[in-house]
């Protein structure tokens, strides 16, 4: 997977890059293997968790001695 690159902008489909092969991202392939579209979306809401969960943690200063 990491040749690979998932890109959506203002909630649109998402498109899909093979970095490998093409670094100007001009082809979407987004439509040729769409179990690598799945598998990268599943990632990319897995670590948007993760950056909520973080970003609403409780955090208090730390007191310098």
């Known amino acids: 997977l990491t040749d690979w ?10 498109a899909l890059f093979e970095l490998a092969k093409d670094r100007t991202e001009t082809p979407d392939r987004a439509s040729q293997p769409p179990a690598i579209v799945k598998e990268l ?3 990319w809401l897995d670590k948007q968790d993760d950056f909520i969960e973080d970003a609403t943690k409780s955090r208090t200063p730390n007191k310098k001695k």
């Open 41 to 43: 979306h599943k990632l």
């Open 5 to 14: 690159k998932l890109v959506s902008t203002n909630d649109k489909v998402w």
